[in-house]
């Protein structure tokens, strides 16, 4: 839409063909920074940022985990056409069989950040459970959340970042 949402277009993407491998996986998350600039994540190790407004993609790829064992990109939060964050979620096909669902997810997430509009990530911290929400305020501020209440909130970027309880009802 260019319109505030009146009227649609349906889009044809360009994806480039070395990403083709992950153009069928599932789509996880989707963030825009401004009409033309935007980034979405599929499962797999590729960010997709366009500069167009969508109709052109590129392949960003962000290495979250080693390469034995593939995450998905789950959450992104992005403050600007610089500055973003990926976390990672564990890749739920590869929980082994003897692994229960519940420790499975307690496996956590590993963050990245971009300060060059995703041509490079740098480590951002691990934290101790999926990441479900990710936001910044500024390039230093930032919050995670997860499930059961899990939240962190950074004050560097995410170099470092402090586990707090959750709010009791």
């Given at each position: 839409t260019r319109d505030g949402g009146q009227n649609w277009t349906l889009e044809s993407p360009t994806i480039p063909a070395s990403a083709l491998r992950f153009a069928a996986s599932p789509f996880v998350d989707l963030h825009f920074v401004s009409?033309?600039?935007?980034?979405?994540?599929?499962e797999g190790?590729?960010?997709?940022?366009?500069?167009?407004?969508?109709?052109?993609?590129?392949?960003?790829?962000?290495?979250?985990?080693?390469?034995?064992e593939p995450p998905r990109p789950a959450e992104a939060h992005f403050l600007d056409p610089l500055n973003g964050w990926v976390a990672s979620a564990p890749y739920p096909a590869l929980r082994p069989?003897?692994?229960?669902?519940?420790s499975y997810a307690s496996v956590g997430a590993v963050i990245r950040r971009t300060r060059d509009g995703?041509?490079?990530?740098?480590?951002?911290?691990?934290l101790p459970f999926q990441v479900s929400s990710l936001r910044f305020m500024d390039p230093s501020n930032g919050i995670a959340v997860g499930p059961r209440g899990a939240i962190a909130i950074t004050s560097d970027g995410g170099t470092s970042w402090t586990?707090?309880?959750a709010p009791t009802v």
């Amino acid at each position: 839409t260019r319109d505030g949402g009146q009227n649609w277009t349906l889009e044809s993407p360009t994806i480039p063909a070395s990403a083709l491998r992950f153009a069928a996986s599932p789509f996880v998350d989707l963030h825009f920074v401004s009409p033309t600039v935007g980034w979405f994540m599929r499962e797999g190790r590729v960010v997709f940022k366009t500069v167009d407004g969508g109709t052109n993609w590129t392949a960003q790829t962000v290495s979250l985990v080693p390469d034995t064992e593939p995450p998905r990109p789950a959450e992104a939060h992005f403050l600007d056409p610089l500055n973003g964050w990926v976390a990672s979620a564990p890749y739920p096909a590869l929980r082994p069989p003897s692994m229960s669902e519940a420790s499975y997810a307690s496996v956590g997430a590993v963050i990245r950040r971009t300060r060059d509009g995703g041509n490079t990530w740098a480590s951002a911290g691990q934290l101790p459970f999926q990441v479900s929400s990710l936001r910044f305020m500024d390039p230093s501020n930032g919050i995670a959340v997860g499930p059961r209440g899990a939240i962190a909130i950074t004050s560097d970027g995410g170099t470092s970042w402090t586990l707090r309880p959750a709010p009791t009802v």
